[in-house]
């Protein structure tokens, strides 16, 4: 099973990004797809997660900001992300389990001031 995210960059104060990751191999849809993101001396934060029946979750520091989606077929999660802050510079990694978990290899979003 593979997981690769793309969308990632360097946007301003207040802009907004699109992540995208698609699953390719053996596992043809997931339980739970979502979101991590680990800053320089962090530990790996949770972002965002769906559900095969839709519910969602976020994490704390989202605070409505960003919106996680997923396509019909299941294997493709988006997280699109608005009011972008100088604190959610990080890479983001994507996320599936199915039965085990696995992931993406993560994707560089820098705001910046």
């Known amino acids: 099973v593979q997981l690769v995210e793309s969308g990632g960059g360097l946007v301003q104060v207040g802009g907004s990004l699109r992540l995208s990751c698609t699953a390719s191999g053996s596992v043809l849809s997931f339980s739970v797809m979502g979101w991590y993101r680990q800053a320089p001396g962090n530990q790996r934060e949770f972002v965002a997660g769906i559900y095969s029946n839709g519910i969602t979750k976020y994490g704390d520091s989202i605070e409505g900001r960003f919106t996680i989606s997923k396509n019909s077929r299941g294997n493709t999660v988006y997280l699109k992300m608005d009011s972008l802050r100088p604190e959610d510079t990080a890479v983001y990694y994507c996320?599936?389990?199915?039965?085990?978990?696995?992931w993406g290899q993560g994707t560089q979003v820098t705001v910046s001031s």
């Open positions: 996320m599936g389990t199915s039965g085990a978990s696995y």
